[in-house]
């Protein structure tokens, strides 16, 4: 075992040794270790490098809030994720874990002459420094600095891991498991309230973990823990999450919570996510989440080596790691003399204490030196020797003026250092809630709570332990009967031996260093020193906002939550304000990084979006159909024959159904039965078409505006019956359409009588178009007469097909005879089978969405969407026989009369004949005037739709274009991305047989 | 005259899934299934016939046998019968209701999955936003809802049981996103 590791305690299971890899190196741990303490425990204290000057980068903390300890972990090629705390980290066998933002090695980093140069790399050196010339920022300047920037790579494979979500609810949520959330979750579900309690940590407890020395009602801090634990696990009110972090509060109290489920195992089951993200709805919600050590704010505290005195305390207590042999101790508080003290029992040379204040308390002070420690007050440390690890400080005695007297410089291998606590009010701020600054303590503490919640023990400021858990209970209890639990429970805790966290300090310490040159450093990650915060107050910045995006600090990825209150005070001493008057950044989410896996959780893949497929989609693929993505949908394409091509496949659908017959799966329109005594006044008013005067069993071709007037849906609707209309819609539109009918029923038209129901999907609707649809289908349609007089274009019967029911409509969006048989869904399938063998056996074939739109370009029907885009009338769509003038009024008829509408240069949907037949137009190109319009020339309109059409041997379109039925038979170009402008002659859009006789027949 | 065409499932082709001893998920049998929408004494006009009275209280299911009728909002419930002749049965029960209304066939727009397990909760609870805890959310409480991004109408039948009936196209989408919510309950 390493002379780092103890030869006993802590909460590692010693007899469980663990290998892994530190950027390639062979290691031991034991199981329980944290990658930093495993590696500390193999005396490596240099993990990483900064961010600007790549200086050499040790472990800092213990905890989430470590700036340095970043490091990419590698299960497998795509499995490599970078930016992870080491030392929240769980050791397994056979971890591979590589340190980053270092080339060629970490030891050797050639990026740290950026360090040399640092007086060129102050603040703002980016924006001042980069400016010319202007083109070099896209392609030279910005790549550089990004590739020479930034932390961890991001994995370049697709992330094979598995995201799940959950949504609950409970009465209190509790967040944090120390002392104070442990026993509100224990008043909670005295009290009787459903509980969940998380805590990011492996193992419930808090800063309870590793104590060796505290008791708590007469037990040992385990034993305490372990009762308690074991009474809320054995509740089945009580939801236990650990390694689990609550990253986001939102309104009325619904917190995000991420638990990594498996990247602590070494060889974690497939059926398990890698992490689970928990939506929680919480009634109450208690925060605990403790008080983050501070560092000291002195000249080269970054060198490898320099911690957080707690830190090493923890690393000791809980893990059995001595961080060094022999330590200084650099504090402004009194809580580091405890870890002073549980060192030095360790066998830890502690050389001396060095103790920031004049006059520390002496039953502190007293308790050291009986244990044979050196206590120095008012010392400070003026500097640090080391390379890739601290070799020695500086010690520097504090006169009454802050000048430095006496120095002497002490031997170490590690300085623990402790500048005060800060209460972890990040939370807190993200709900919302008020912050109040206390100046005695110099705090900012939780004020009025945005929402349902609480702050208590060390994160609201209080700090001896029997208050702590006193108000946890308190806290508990109270957030169970405000959920509406019963309550009324009363306890006091006593323990002994807690820790004392009285003391601090913020910003810069004394030293006799040149201001101007030394590095103490605020923001380790981001490289910020205490210089670089008062360059940018000179620089004239005065609010705390503009300072941290001026010098980046506290925007490393630990949101500052260790260099926040030194960078403020800093800030706030140079402007010469108040700590509170220079304010405090926003805290936002995450508290931690959160990996976008948690974000996309299940959606991705087949799960991203619903795939809607329609009753006949297998039998389309089996044909071996393509298909086309229609808002949710997916459409049958083509049917590709062996060998053809998409044109060749599309030609020949396109005259098949022109000369035979072709069947089309139009299952995806919407339909809407509207239905009650007033359905065709309703119908007046939602359509431009008047509908009273239409038969029972006609159909008519319906046109919907908005009330701006401009085309909003358009379909076929058959009257069934009185009060019963078919209303179709297109496949994109049917929920809006859908919405807006029920949002004018419910709001606008309240004195009618009608009820509206989809059934897109009730129907499936096989549409058999050409000069043989009724020969097709008329072996197969029982008790409708679908002759020619029986059965006119644009009605609707209902009987029965195939021996099921039927809506059978002869409609046709071809130009050719038409029929669209409606079946119940289930039976489409079994329909469709029938028709298709009818169809072949007359010639036919089955067509897909691309035939359909050609075959309705030829005869110039809309495709609203396509054609239209929201800013055309009905009559500038070509449309306008279908308004019905006479009526009082409709949706959209105040919109049309508007002067703009009605004024000269709208465009009109016209056609457009290309002077060169073989030519088809880009969808979107713009029509201009010549060939070679001058710059700056303004478009006269643009292509809406364009394709061959191998019936008429030539390309068709249609287009948008200013005052375009003025101007048929003019000659304009369309615009080419690949060449110049090319002529076509402005034509009618309707080009094939005009006079609709093939319809009729 | 050709053969009567044959009912194809939009499960078809799907498999569903299912944990052992915690959830099981069943395809619901064909049901005749209407959209009623009118006023309440619409709804108590068509219950005096049908069985079940709709219920005038928001999100809860009246059944009687094995008919159904769910609130679904002050104007619409949600009718199940076995599965038969559809535009009969409408056909009679329409004429037992003098109220403006409409009794729209959606037999084949909705399917049902049964979900039933000690876990059926927590699965759906995967990408449905609602408390279902037995309080907030008892058996015979019925609601539209969301499930990840398909609506869906949600039914407690039972302590551990839910029936969940979605337009058909959803089919796939909600099979596989139950059976990915499913899967750590197998740990």
């Given at each position: 075992m390493s002379r780092f590791r103890t030869e006993?305690?802590?909460?590692?299971?010693?007899?469980?040794?663990?290998?892994?890899?530190?950027?390639?190196?062979?290691?031991?741990?034991?199981?329980?270790?944290?990658?930093?303490?495993?590696?500390?425990?193999?005396?490596?204290?240099?993990?990483?490098?900064?961010?600007?000057?790549?200086?050499?980068?040790?472990?800092?903390?213990?905890?989430?809030?470590?700036?340095?300890?970043?490091?990419?972990?590698?299960?497998?090629?795509a499995r490599e994720t970078p930016n992870l705390r080491a030392t929240q980290v769980e050791l397994y066998q056979g971890l591979e874990a590589e340190s980053q933002n270092r080339w060629p090695s970490l030891k050797f980093d050639v990026n740290a002459i950026n360090g040399l140069a640092s007086s060129l790399f102050v603040s703002g050196f980016y924006y001042k420094t980069f400016m010319w010339p202007r083109s070099f920022w896209k392609n030279v300047y910005e790549p550089r600095i990004r590739a020479a920037a930034g932390l961890g790579k991001a994995p370049a494979k697709a992330d094979p891991d598995r995201y799940t979500s959950r949504y609950v609810h409970c009465d209190v949520l509790v967040i944090g498991a120390g002392p104070a959330g442990l026993t509100a979750a224990l008043a909670a579900k005295e009290a009787g309230a459903t509980?969940?309690?998380?805590?990011?940590?492996?193992?419930?407890?808090?800063?309870l973990l590793g104590d060796a020395v505290t008791t708590i009602e007469g037990k040992s801090t385990d034993a305490w823990m372990s009762d308690v634990v074991m009474n809320l696990a054995m509740s089945d009110k009580v939801r236990?999450?650990?390694?689990?972090?609550?990253?986001?509060?939102?309104?009325?109290?619904?917190?995000?919570?991420?638990?990594?489920?498996?990247?602590?195992?070494?060889?974690?089951?497939?059926?398990?996510?890698?992490?689970?993200?928990?939506?929680?709805?919480?009634?109450?919600?208690?925060?605990?989440?403790?008080?983050?050590?501070?560092?000291?704010?002195?000249?080269?505290?970054?060198?490898?080596?320099?911690?957080?005195?707690?830190?090493?305390?923890?690393?000791?207590?809980?893990?059995?790691?001595?961080?060094?042999?022999?330590?200084?101790?650099?504090?402004?508080?009194?809580?580091?003399?405890?870890?002073?003290?549980?060192?030095?029992?360790?066998?830890?040379?502690?050389?001396?204490?060095?103790?920031?204040?004049?006059?520390?308390?002496?039953?502190?002070v007293d308790e050291a030196l009986a244990c044979g420690l050196t206590v120095r007050a008012a010392s400070t440390l003026c500097g640090t020797q080391g390379g890739l690890r601290v070799s020695a400080a500086e010690v520097g005695e504090v006169n009454g003026d802050l000048t430095i007297g006496r120095k002497e410089v002490v031997d170490c291998d590690v300085v623990l250092m402790s500048g005060g606590w800060t209460p972890n009010i990040n939370l807190h701020s993200q709900s919302r809630g008020r912050l109040i600054y206390n100046e005695t303590t110099q705090n900012f503490l939780p004020g009025a709570p945005g929402y349902d919640n609480?702050?208590?023990?060390?994160?609201?400021?209080?700090?001896?332990?029997?208050?702590?858990?006193?108000?946890?209970?308190?806290?508990?209890?109270?957030?169970?009967?405000?959920?509406?639990?019963?309550?009324?429970?009363?306890?006091?805790?006593?323990?002994?031996g807690g820790l004392a966290m009285g003391g601090g300090h913020l910003g810069v310490v004394p030293h006799d260093r040149d201001p101007g040159r030394v590095k103490a450093f605020v923001d380790f990650q981001h490289d910020v020193t205490a210089k670089d915060i008062k360059l940018a107050t000179r620089e004239g910045f005065q609010s705390i906002e503009h300072v941290k995006r001026f010098t980046t600090t506290g925007m490393a990825t630990d949101q500052g939550k260790t260099s926040n209150m030194n960078a403020l005070a800093i800030a706030a001493k140079a402007i010469g304000k108040a700590i509170p008057e220079v304010g405090l950044t926003t805290f936002r989410l995450p508290y931690t990084p959160t990996t976008f896996g948690n974000f996309a959780g299940t959606a991705r893949g087949d799960l991203f979006d619903p795939i809607r497929k329609t009753p006949m989609h297998d039998w389309a693929a089996a044909q071996g159909a393509p298909f086309e993505n229609v808002a949710l949908w997916k459409r049958a394409w083509y049917?590709?024959?062996?060998?053809?091509?998409?044109?060749?496949?599309?030609?020949?659908?396109?005259?098949?159904?022109?000369?035979?017959?072709?069947?089309?799966?139009?299952?995806?329109?919407?339909?809407i039965e509207v239905v009650g005594p007033d359905a065709a006044e309703f119908m007046n008013r939602m359509y431009v078409n008047p509908w009273t005067k239409l038969e029972i069993g006609r159909c008519r071709y319906g046109i919907m505006c908005r009330d701006d007037g401009f085309v909003y849906d358009d379909g076929v609707v058959g009257r069934m019956a009185a009060d019963r209309f078919h209303v179709t819609t297109t496949t994109g539109g049917a929920p809006r359409v859908m919405n807006l009918m029920e949002d004018y029923l419910q709001t606008e038209f309240t004195d009618l009588k009608v009820f509206l129901t989809s059934t897109t999907e009730q129907w499936a609707v096989i549409a058999v178009q050409g000069p043989k649809a009724r020969e097709v289908l008329a072996p197969l349609v029982e008790g409708i007469d679908i002759g020619k007089d029986a059965m006119p274009h644009m009605s609707v019967r209902e009987g029965r097909i195939c021996g099921v029911p039927t809506r059978l409509f002869r409609i046709s969006f071809t130009g050719e005879l038409g029929f669209e048989v409606n079946v119940p869904a289930d039976y489409g399938q079994g329909v469709l089978d029938a028709i298709w063998r009818e169809v072949r056996e007359a010639g036919g074939c089955a067509y897909g969405t691309e035939a359909m739109?050609?075959?309705?370009?030829?005869?110039?029907?809309?495709?609203?969407?396509?054609?239209?885009?929201?800013?055309?009338?009905?009559?500038?769509?070509?449309?306008?026989?279908?308004?019905?003038?006479?009526?009082?009024?409709?949706?959209?008829?105040?919109?049309?009369?508007?002067?703009?509408?009605?004024?000269?240069?709208?465009?009109?949907?016209?056609?457009?004949?290309?002077?060169?037949?073989?030519?088809?137009?880009d969808e979107g190109a713009q029509l201009v005037a010549s060939a070679a319009p001058a710059k700056g020339s303004h478009a006269l309109g643009h292509v809406t739709s364009a394709y061959w059409s191998e019936n008429l041997g030539r390309s068709i379109a249609m287009a948008q274009l200013e005052n375009g039925r003025a101007r048929l038979g003019e000659t304009v170009y369309i615009t080419s991305l690949t060449g110049a402008a090319f002529p076509a002659v402005v034509a009618d859009p309707i080009f094939y047989d005009k006079a609709g006789a093939r319809i009729d027949v | 005259?050709?053969?009567?065409?044959?009912?194809?499932?939009?499960?078809?082709?799907?498999?569903?899934?299912?944990?052992?001893?915690?959830?099981?998920?069943?395809?619901?049998?064909?049901?005749?299934?209407?959209?009623?929408?009118?006023s309440p004494a619409a709804a108590a006009a068509l219950g005096a016939v049908f069985g079940p009275v709709p219920s005038t209280t928001a999100c809860r299911a009246t059944s009687a046998g094995d008919r159904a009728a769910l609130w679904l909002g002050p104007d619409e419930w949600y009718l199940l019968a076995p599965d038969g002749d559809a535009a009969a049965l409408a056909a009679s029960l329409s004429a037992a209701i003098d109220e403006p209304h409409a009794l729209v066939d959606i037999s084949h727009r909705n399917v049902g999955l049964i979900l039933k397990g000690p876990r059926a909760a927590d699965v759906l609870n995967g990408a449905c936003p609602l408390d279902l805890s037995e309080t907030a959310f008892p058996v015979g409480m019925s609601t539209r809802t969301l499930y990840a991004k398909a609506e869906i109408i949600l039914w407690r039948t039972g302590l551990d049981t839910f029936r969940v009936e979605f337009w058909r196209s959803f089919a796939g989408y909600i099979v596989g996103l139950i059976a990915e919510n499913a899967r750590e309950h197998a740990v």
């Open positions: 006993a305690g802590g909460r590692v299971k010693r007899d469980k040794v663990l290998s892994f890899t530190f950027d390639g190196v062979a290691y031991q741990g034991l199981t329980g270790d944290t990658l930093a303490s495993a590696l500390l425990a193999n005396g490596v204290h240099l993990v990483g490098r900064s961010f600007k000057y790549h200086r050499p980068r040790g472990i800092v903390t213990a905890g989430p809030e470590d700036q340095n300890a970043l490091i990419t972990l590698r299960r497998d090629a509980v969940i309690l998380a805590d990011e940590g492996a193992e419930f407890g808090g800063s236990m999450l650990a390694r689990t972090t609550a990253f986001g509060y939102f309104a009325d109290n619904f917190v995000a919570l991420v638990e990594r489920v498996t990247d602590h195992l070494a060889a974690p089951s497939d059926a398990l996510p890698r992490e689970r993200l928990w939506q929680v709805r919480a009634k109450q919600v208690i925060l605990a989440t403790g008080a983050l050590e501070r560092p000291l704010v002195f000249p080269e505290n970054d060198r490898p080596g320099i911690m957080m005195a707690e830190a090493g305390r923890s690393f000791l207590n809980r893990y059995g790691v001595k961080v060094g042999l022999r330590a200084v101790v650099f504090t402004a508080t009194d809580s580091a003399y405890r870890a002073a003290i549980d060192l030095k029992q360790a066998g830890v040379d502690i050389q001396l204490i060095a103790d920031l204040r004049a006059r520390p308390p002496a039953d502190v609480v702050s208590i023990g060390a994160c609201k400021g209080t700090y001896d332990l029997s208050a702590t858990m006193n108000e946890g209970y308190a806290a508990g209890e109270a957030a169970a009967r405000a959920s509406g639990r019963k309550g009324g429970m009363k306890k006091g805790f006593s323990s002994l049917f590709p024959k062996a060998g053809e091509d998409m044109h060749a496949a599309v030609n020949r659908e396109c005259k098949t159904v022109r000369t035979t017959v072709g069947m089309f799966d139009a299952s995806t329109l919407g339909k739109h050609v075959l309705r370009a030829e005869k110039g029907y809309i495709i609203v969407g396509q054609d239209t885009d929201g800013t055309l009338t009905p009559d500038e769509a070509g449309v306008g026989w279908a308004v019905g003038k006479a009526k009082a009024d409709f949706l959209g008829k105040r919109g049309l009369m508007r002067p703009d509408l009605t004024g000269p240069s709208r465009k009109q949907l016209i056609g457009l004949l290309t002077v060169d037949p073989k030519r088809v137009p | 005259m050709s053969e009567t065409a044959t009912r194809l499932s939009a499960f078809a082709g799907l498999t569903l899934p299912a944990v052992r001893n915690r959830l099981s998920v069943t395809v619901a049998p064909d049901a005749i299934r209407y959209s009623l929408r009118g």
